[in-house]
């Protein structure tokens, strides 16, 4: 297995431009979530999804659209990077039947210029 | 609204020294879920623990213990005989029993453990 995987590792943006991360899983959990950390702050729920199929808005989806197509993976989108996006980003998924623990990908470092 | 604090910004200690971080959660919820995790200068985020709000008992694993006093909202991890691979940053996360069953997560406290 292996695990949760997020693709790219790194990548640099200028303003304006757009990318996508990918985040998959091959545990099938039904939960996944994005998350992403700034210094000094923690990891904060960007959007997440409940199965295949459905999303929903974290506590700061501003910037960001998702997608949940197969079951195993999860997109992030940013239609127009700004600077305020700099961040990592980890996805995370959790078999969601109980409260488990999330497992976590290794982050993609994310610069917009 | 749910909020975990960890008000520990940086600890810095000697090797063989015991350490205790600091965790104080708010959530309105009568069941919930808490967790430590490590991230390592690799940068991962490494599951140690989870905890239930009816499950009270302190828990030990090998050099690290969990303290969970629901009466303070409180659930310290301590590391005894700290070693320099403790190094890390320890983030305290909370987590809701119905819906997303997202992570709210502390801002984490930088251990630095010197030799």
């Known amino acids: 297995n292996a695990g949760v995987t997020q693709t790219p590792k790194f990548r640099v943006l200028k303003t304006g431009q757009s990318m996508t991360l990918l985040c998959a899983q091959d545990?099938?959990?039904?939960?996944m979530y994005w998350y992403r950390q700034d210094p000094g702050m923690g990891l904060r729920l960007i959007h997440y999804?409940?199965?295949?199929?459905?999303?929903a808005k974290g506590e700061v989806p501003d910037g960001y659209n998702v997608s949940r197509l197969k079951k195993q993976n999860f997109l992030l989108g940013l239609e127009s990077a700004a600077p305020s996006q700099t961040s990592v980003y980890f996805c995370a998924s959790s078999p969601g039947q109980r409260i488990d623990e999330q497992y976590f990908g290794p982050g993609t470092r994310l610069t917009v210029t | 609204a749910q909020k975990v604090t960890q008000a520990q910004t940086e600890i810095s200690v000697v090797e063989k020294e015991d350490v205790t971080l600091d965790c104080v959660y708010e959530t309105r919820d009568t069941t919930y879920y808490l967790f430590w995790y490590k991230q390592p200068p690799s940068g991962e985020l490494v599951f140690l623990i989870r905890r239930n709000s009816f499950d009270e008992q302190n828990e030990i694993s090998g050099r690290y213990s969990w303290n969970f006093q629901k009466s303070t909202s409180s659930f310290n991890f301590t590391i005894t005989a700290s070693q320099v691979v403790d190094s890390a940053v320890y983030f305290c996360a909370l987590s809701e029993r119905r819906g997303r069953r997202a992570l709210t997560f502390g801002s984490g406290t930088r251990l630095q453990v010197q030799p």
């Open positions: 999804s409940v199965g295949e199929g459905t999303t």
């Open positions: 545990m099938n959990h039904e939960y």
